[in-house]
């Protein structure tokens, strides 16, 4: 049985914040709560585990986050709510994976002249099947968990083969280089330390990267894994390639991923589903950024502008951080197409503010 007198409390807690503008308070009516307050996924979740963050911390924006991969089917009535709302969509009916042929994309380097675009970046977020989202981990689950994954990774060759370095008795050394090449992650965010994402830090995290550094695994910081590949310059088609490569090897190595038919890729943060895929270029734009109509601008093609220090961050010289927006609803290769179109869009229209 579960224990339902927390979850009272922080319902009413809450109820009571209303100045609370998040999904979570907008979506779990008392109907909701009084339906899902008593019950466990397979993986032992409850939905104390998924509010707990949301409820602690009531200015969050989404304010709920998945115990577990089960967590999607028995908290259904909440999350699906939420997802709708966050991503924009009437329907969960996120097509099957399709990375497209990358022998055939119509696209390369979008930047050729380099004047532009400083770096690009394309990555993906996945959950391993068989273990819950960090509320739910136990400590020995964890480092389970990262030794089957650094086992997939040493079978990793060519350009991918790299090197794997637990946070776990790092060096300050390794430490302050990796944070310098902005690889490394930490535990300073409120909102996911409540949600229990810091649980046993850092036992069983750690990070991949290949020898030239321009592909990256994260282990169990915010998600089970991140892949990231990257590069200086525009060459969207080289870092999507080198990707999509990483991707398939990984999956032929024996790491099977959650998923849900209509949701696509299950992770830890609803906001982040269906392909988890992040494309994102850092370019000069000083010219447009100061347009008044930039926001309106990037949304008509699907993209986001953030500084380049993240989300909530401030430009620095002009230089943003411009990424697609979907992730659910459409597949991976219209997830970068779309990318690719809003970046080339922009800059087009930055040449010509500058009378190019």
């Known amino acids: 049985m579960v224990d339902t007198g927390e979850a009272e409390k922080l319902f009413t807690r809450l109820r009571d914040a209303t100045d609370s503008k998040s999904l979570l308070r907008k979506h779990l009516t008392n109907n909701i709560f009084a339906q899902l307050k008593g019950l ?54 996120h097509p099957n994976p399709d990375f497209g042929d990358t022998d055939k994309l119509d696209f390369g380097n979008l930047d050729p002249s380099g004047e532009m675009i400083v770096s690009t970046r394309v990555r993906v977020g996945r959950s391993h099947d068989s273990y819950g989202f960090p509320p739910v981990l136990k400590k020995e689950e964890r480092v389970e ?14 350009e991918l083969k790299g090197s794997y370095h637990p946070l776990t008795g790092m060096s300050k050394e390794t430490q302050k280089q990796l944070t ?61 390639t080198r990707l999509v490569k990483a991707i398939r090897a990984l999956e032929s190595s024996g790491l099977s991923f959650a998923k849900r038919d209509g949701l696509g890729y299950l992770t830890f943060c609803p906001s982040n589903l269906g392909t988890t895929l992040r494309a994102s270029v850092h370019i000069k734009i000083p010219k447009l950024s100061q347009t008044p109509d ?63």
């Open 180 to 240: 310098e090449d902005h690889f490394l992650f930490n535990d300073s965010d409120r909102f996911l330390r409540a949600a229990g994402g810091y649980n046993d830090w850092p036992t069983g995290r750690g990070i991949f990267f290949n020898d030239n550094k321009t592909f990256l695994v994260w282990v169990n910081e915010e998600d089970h894994l991140r892949f990231i590949s990257m590069q200086m310059g525009g060459d969207l088609k080289e870092v999507y």
């Open 294 to 356: 930039f926001k309106a601008f990037c949304d008509k093609y699907n993209i986001q502008a953030r500084g380049i220090h993240g989300e909530h961050t401030e430009s620095v010289g002009g230089v943003y951080d411009i990424s697609n927006k979907r992730r659910l609803g459409l597949t991976e290769i219209e997830a970068i197409q779309e990318m690719r179109r809003g970046v080339e869009a922009v800059i087009a229209e930055e040449k010509k503010l500058s009378g190019q």
């Open 40 to 93: 466990k996924t397979k993986f032992g979740g409850t939905l104390i585990d998924c509010i707990r963050s949301g409820c602690e911390n009531t200015d969050s924006g989404v304010g709920v986050y998945a115990c577990d991969p089960d967590a999607y089917t028995t908290f259904a009535p909440l999350l699906d709510a939420v997802i709708r709302d966050y991503h924009k969509v009437s329907e969960l009916k």
């Open 145 to 158: 968990m990262e030794q089957k994954t650094v086992e997939a990774l040493k079978k990793l060759d060519g």
